[in-house]
Every structure is written in C-alpha cells, then in structure tokens.
C-alpha cells in the first residue's frame, strides 16, 4: 500500500511544464473582490478569483492578463518578469449609470477543491459569499441551513449535541453527521463542533448527495464547506458591539495587516457572545436555555517564495450553557404524583409546553484547533499539505426525569482527539481539457466517553448509581483519492473520481473490561456528466456512493446488538442550472434517488439503562428541490427555494438477542424514517441601495417552513410535528466607516420544537420536547478603522 500511495503522490510531477504560474489578489482598492474574470489575451484561458480575492494561473512566458468585472474598468497587465500580482480595481461610474438593471454576479465555491462558478459545478451547491453571509445574518450553521433546500439542523439537550439532516438522511444522538464539516480546508470530525458560532467569513456553501470521493467517509450526504477571510496586506481593523433582549451582548473585533509588507500578513478575530435566556423553568422561575462562548482565531500567511507559501491557524473556543431543560408528559406511564398538569403535544401550541424539573442543567464545550498548510507551485502543478490538530472537551449534567421529583439526574464527558494529515495535488487551471486532482490522506481518532445517571427505589429510600458508557473509541484512516474533469467537446464534461478508505475501528470498554476492534476497506466512486446545452443552461446527472461508520455499543440487549453497521448509499441524481433575463434570474434543480443500507437509528434501553444504535437493513430516499434568485428591480431581489423528500424504510431486518431473543423490525416495512422533515422551503426579499450619495441601506426578510415530521417508526399521529414557519429580518445603514444593523429572529414568537422524543423510543419513559428559541431581536453598530 506504501508504494501505491508514493507512486500515486509522484505521477503529478509529470505534469510540470514550461508555462509560468501567476498568483495574486484583487481588490477594489480596499475590499478583496470575489468572482472577478481573469482571461490570458488571445485565448481562451481563463479564471475567476476566489471568495478572498485570490486567483492562480498558468500562462505562456510574458502574457498579458486582462482583469474584468461588472461596474469597474478592465485592467491588462503585462506579466513579464512578474509572478505574484497585486490588482487594485477601479470603479466605472458612467458604466454604473449606463446599466439600469444589473443581473447577479456569480458567487464562487470550492465544493470540488478548487474554486469555479456554482453555476458551472454538475452537483446541488448553495454558497453564500462574505456580502450575502452579512446580509442574512449568517453566524451559524443552523441559520444558513434555513436558507438550503433539504438541510435542516437542529441543537437540543445540551450545547454540542447536534442533529443534522440533510436530504432524507438523519444524524442520530452519538453518532457522526451524515456530511463532512471542513473548515478552511481542515475536516472536523467531531460533530459537538456543526453549530459553532461563525464569523468574519468569506464563503459558506453545501454540496450536496455523496461527497466521498471528494471529502472521505461520513460525507454520505453531502459535505459543508467555511472559509474564513484571510490576512491581508493593508492595515483594517473592524470593532462590532450589539445588544439584544435577554441580555444578549455581542463584542466582535478583527485586526488584519502585513506583519511584512507584501510578505507576512496576519489576521485576529474574537468574539465574546452572552445571552441570559427566555426559556423560564417553572419549578424555581430561573432562565434555563443560556448561553455564554468565547472565540479567538489567529491566522499568519507568508509568502516565502513567489511559488511558496505556508498558512497557519489556531482557534480557541470556549463554550457553557443550559442543558437538559425539556418539556415533558406528566401523563406517562412512570410519573404522575408532583408533576405538573396537562399534556405534551409534538406541536407545541396545541399543548402543555411547559418545562418545569428540579435539577438544574449545564453544559460546557472547549476546544482548541491549529493548522499548517504548506502550499507549492512549481509550475503546472500545485502542491499541498495540510497538517492539522483538534481537541474538544465536552460535558453536560442535569435532570433526567425532566419534573420536579428528586429521582435521575444524568452526567456525561467525552472528548474528541484529532490529528490530520492531507498531501494534495492539481493542476493549476489551463486551457487544456483535463483538470484533475489526487492525494493521499491519514487521520487519528481517540474519542473517550463517560455517560451515567444517578436514581433512587422509590420502595427503599436507596440511591442507585448507574454507569450507562465508559468507553474509548479510536478510529485511525489511510486514504488516497483522485479526481479528474475531461472536456469531451465544448459543451460536453465527463468526471469520475475515487477515494480508497482503510479505517480501523477500536473500542477499549471500561465496565466490561473487553476490547473490540475491526478494520473496513472502502471504495467510494463518482461520476458525472455535464453538458452546456446554451450559454447560460448546464444540464448533468451524477453517481455517488455514500458511506458513514459504525460502531460499537455499550452491551447486548434485546433492542440493540453489540456493534451497529456501516451505512451505505448508491445515489442517482439528475438536476439544471440556468440563468435568464441577463442574469437576473437564476433557477437551478435537481431531482435524486438513493438506495440506501444498514440506515442506522439511535434508542435507549430503561431496563438496562444502556443507549445504542441498530441498523435497518434497507431504505430508499427520492427527493427534488429548487432554487431560484430573481433582480425584480435595481433595488429588490426575491429568493426562493422549496426541497421535498420521501425517506422510507423498506426492509427493517432485526436487531438485539438476550438469550435467543431480538426485535423484529419489519414491523417498520413502508414507514417514513423519523427525524425527517418531509419537505422545507424558504422565500425571502433582499433589498440594496443608496438613499443618498454617502448614505446606502441593506435589508431582508426571510420566511423558512420545515415540514411535517415524524418522530418515531410507527409514524403515529401522537408522534408527528406539523409544518411550521419562522419569520427573521434585518435591516442595515452604512455611511463611511459606521455601520448600524437592527435584527429579529422568529419576529412572530412561533412557538416550536426541534426534537420530540416519544417515550417508547427509551422503553416506556415519558414523552419530551425540546423547545426553539422564542422570538429574539436586537441591535449593532461596527466601525471599521
């Protein structure tokens, strides 16, 4: 395997040539600019600059490069003896005047490692530049998630514990989220880390059906990509402070400048958020859902050589909250005396919302990141590598039977240990008909979890302790992949790609004294095809295959084996992206298949107080979704997009055996998998413009629904949360360095829940809910100096 990888991670070398590679950034003289064309004169050779301005070319010796984009002059530069650039556009004002409507400009991504025009990408991509992540008020994953047709991404118990789905597939409770997380370039395997707080960003975007290929195992759904903005050569400072109702403070400050002129260049970002909370726990009238996190973030580029250049990164997070506040049943089968009046209901207007437990609960993430990229060009060929470190500590403690009896309290700490290291290789984009990309990957897991809960016999007055998880789990993975687009004529593209996984599972389990180990070797393919049926329509279809791990749980019982099942999907995909009226409509589409195998779910077992996963042995998911942008008018945009996805379990299989016995369930043949939201959408208004000449005013408004959902197997009515929509809004005026923003999330106080738990998913418990935020709003101003 050794000489597989070193030879696979040489072939690229062959590739060098006797063009001249040029780098550098562009700006409008103060702002990096995003999606500006870059074309070498006389060809056909060209690029467009990435979400930080950047751009890499390779050109004949002495080119000249001609810089366009809408509302500033062309610029042509002679490249003679020059191989990093600095461009400084200049506005067009008579252009400016002379365009009565401009269309949409083109937001770049990197969903296939390399940065292109969405429009021009054959996969499902939502991307969102630093313009449009300001404009929403992006800041987590959870509110961009409002804005992607099939995504949704909820938080409940505790802070770190996160449940995404993403196109009929659903991330269980202790399990891995079904799509790779990589920030600036980094993947994140911990999922504790989906819903961290954002800022000073420069591209957030989602790709979507396998991405394996691409980004290795667990992308089974698809894979979010964030990177931040980076260093730059000029001195900018930007102070941001906010206050909102719950007490909601908000400090932001970001520093960026040359540490070298032209050489070295940093960048610092922190920010302190505090929120009191709204959600009251009526058993002693104390705010439960609150909220405190700190974050740093250093970044250092140098530029050692006009071919080299190293990045690195450290971020500290430190994060603490409420934890374990749910709703719950008094009606259930267990307690009744001392409970509170009324009913659960999984639509929450419609019955007995009310949280009301006597052990208080909190929750606490830390984390600490660094990173090292090492970045190459010798010639036709860019070479990266990417070494990075990630530890997470996390905790939560509190009630267990959710009302005010003094019986369970629940405990829990794991920590999540990461090293990773990526060697990269692509060519550096070319004229030619093939751009490809290969590598070789290697990463190191160690998870250690604790999880227990303390409760007492009613009969005698004792105190039980139980130790529900001890455990370490290690995963240790060598992969090499490759990826290559073909141009077969003009119009028509062909790409395949491949990842090879070797992954070993190992489980040292601590109450049992037993060691449980296990090694997979998975092929992961893709393939596409693209063809530009016009200028401004590019239809394509797609194969993936999808593929997220197993794992071990903590005993045998008749509701779970001891190890759960690696999942596995085969998806078909057939989808469009146009654009129409001078680009000022856009409308893309898909429509997908997937088979899918060993669909794992999550369940508590109350008669041995163990949690564990199983496996359905067959499911099938068919969705499609839209996503359209139309210019109505120089001052207003309209943007809509609507999913729909029918996710169904088609084999159950069984699943458990204490002494002969197990759990059939082919009782579930032909229900809807839980936690999935039938269909969502969103429409929302945008709005640009200067009142006066200094003066200019941003606003929107964004209306999101997430469709019905069922909470169990049996797809019981008593289970089921009806649709249900949530209204934000934000509007900002900006005059020269001063920015002032008013926003309100949930503005109509929608009362909700992100997760429903009914009681015979944990043996006969009671029924709980966990509440979504009520209606917040607030206020900020950011200078920059």
């Known amino acids: 395997m050794r000489n597989v990888l070193f030879t696979l991670l040489l072939l690229p070398l062959l590739s060098l040539g006797q063009r001249t590679t040029i780098s550098g950034v562009v700006t409008d003289g103060s702002d990096v600019l995003p999606g500006v064309n870059i074309l070498e004169k006389g060809t056909t050779n060209g690029v467009t600059t990435d979400f930080n301005g950047n751009f890499q070319i390779s050109v004949a010796s002495g080119a000249v490069l001609n810089f366009s984009y809408i509302g500033f002059k062309n610029q042509e530069v002679n490249t003679t003896d020059k191989t990093v650039l600095s461009i400084a556009m200049e506005e067009d004002a008579k252009a400016l005047d002379e365009v009565v409507v401009q269309g949409f400009t083109g937001v770049v991504g990197r969903a296939r490692k390399r940065t292109e025009s969405i429009q021009s990408i054959p996969e499902s991509v939502t991307a969102l530049n630093s313009e449009g992540i300001e404009k929403n008020g992006i800041n987590n994953v959870t509110n961009f998630a409002k804005l992607v047709p099939n995504l949704k991404l909820n938080s409940s118990q505790a802070a770190g514990i996160n449940f995404l789905t993403i196109r009929g597939i659903p991330q269980i409770r202790n399990a891995d989220a079904p799509v790779a997380f990589v920030i600036d370039g980094v993947t994140i395997p911990d999922p504790s880390l989906l819903n961290q707080e954002l800022f000073d960003l420069a591209l957030i975007e989602v790709v979507k059906g396998p991405q394996g290929a691409l980004y290795g195992k667990n992308a089974i759904g698809g894979a979010i990509n964030i990177y931040s903005k980076e260093p730059v050569n000029t001195n900018k400072n930007n102070l941001t402070l906010g206050y909102g109702n719950a007490n909601a403070l908000l400090t932001q400050f970001v520093s960026s400048g040359a540490i070298k002129k032209d050489k070295v260049f940093y960048r610092l970002s922190t920010q302190f958020k505090n929120f009191d909370g709204l959600l009251t726990n009526e058993y002693n009238n104390e705010k439960v859902d609150f909220s405190r996190e700190f974050n740093v973030r250093g970044q250092i580029i140098a530029r050692i050589a006009d071919n080299f250049k190293a990045s690195a990164t450290l971020q500290f997070i430190d994060v603490s909250g409420g934890a374990a506040y749910y709703s719950v049943n008094p009606t259930g089968n267990i307690f009744v005396d001392g409970a509170p009046g009324g009913t659960l209901s999984p639509n929450p207007e419609d019955g007995n919302n009310v949280i009301n437990h006597d052990e208080p609960g909190k929750s606490d993430i830390n984390n600490a990141f660094g990173s090292l990229s090492l970045e190459y060009t010798p010639g036709k060929v860019k070479m990266q590598s990417i070494t990075s470190y990630n530890y997470v500590d996390r905790s939560l403690s509190g ?42 990957f290697y990463q190191d897991i160690e998870k250690p979890f604790f999880q227990d809960g303390l409760s007492s016999d009613f009969d005698l007055n004792e105190l039980f302790y139980g130790v529900a998880a001890d455990v370490i789990n290690t995963t240790k993975t060598y992969a090499l992949f490759g990826f290559i687009d073909y141009k077969l004529t003009d119009k028509l593209t062909a790409s395949a790609g491949f990842r090879y996984d070797n992954d070993t599972f190992k489980q040292e389990d601590h109450l049992s004294g037993d060691t449980f180990e296990r090694s997979n070797n998975i092929v992961q393919p893709k393939a596409s095809i693209s063809y530009q049926a016009t200028e401004n329509v590019l239809v394509y279809t797609n194969y993936g295959r999808g593929y997220r791990t197993g794992g071990f749980n903590p005993a ?64 099938r998911i068919i969705g499609f979704e839209f996503d359209a942008k139309l210019r109505l008018s120089k001052y207003l945009d309209l943007l809509a997009n609507y999913g729909f996805v029918d996710s169904e379990i088609t084999e159950g299989g069984t699943t458990g055996g204490v002494d002969g016995t197990a759990t059939d369930l082919n009782a579930f043949n032909g229900k809807k998998t839980p936690f999935v939201p039938q269909n969502n959408f969103n429409i929302g208004l945008e709005s640009s413009f200067a009142l006066t000449e200094k003066i200019n005013f941003d606003g929107s408004i964004n209306l999101n629904s997430t469709g019905k959902t069922y909470w169990d197997e049996n797809n019981s009515d008593a289970f089921t949360t009806n649709a249900y929509q949530l209204l934000d809004a934000r509007a900002s005026i900006s005059f020269d360095n001063l920015k002032f923003t008013i926003w309100g999330n949930n503005i109509l106080d929608k009362q909700y829940y992100t997760e429903y738990v009914p009681g015979s998913l944990f043996g006969g418990f009671d029924d709980f809910g966990w509440r979504g935020r009520p209606a917040t709003y607030g206020a900020s101003v950011s200078i920059n100096f």
């Open 399 to 440: 009630d267990l039977d959710f009302i005010p009896f003094d019986d369970f309290t629940q405990g829990e700490t794991a920590e999540t240990r990461t090293f990773n290291q990526e060697l990269r290789f692509n060519n550096v984009a070319s004229e030619g008909k093939i751009n490809w990309s290969a590598g070789g």
């Open 556 to 619: 045998v019982t008749d509701r779970f084996n001891r190890d759960y099942e690696d999942e596995l999907t085969d998806n078909f995909e057939l989808g469009f992206k146009s654009s129409m009226w001078n680009n000022r409509f856009i409308l893309n589409g898909s429509a997908f298949y997937t088979d899918f195998s060993n669909q794992q779910q999550y369940i508590f077992d109350l008669d041995t107080f163990f949690p564990g996963n199983y496996n359905y042995d067959k499911s």
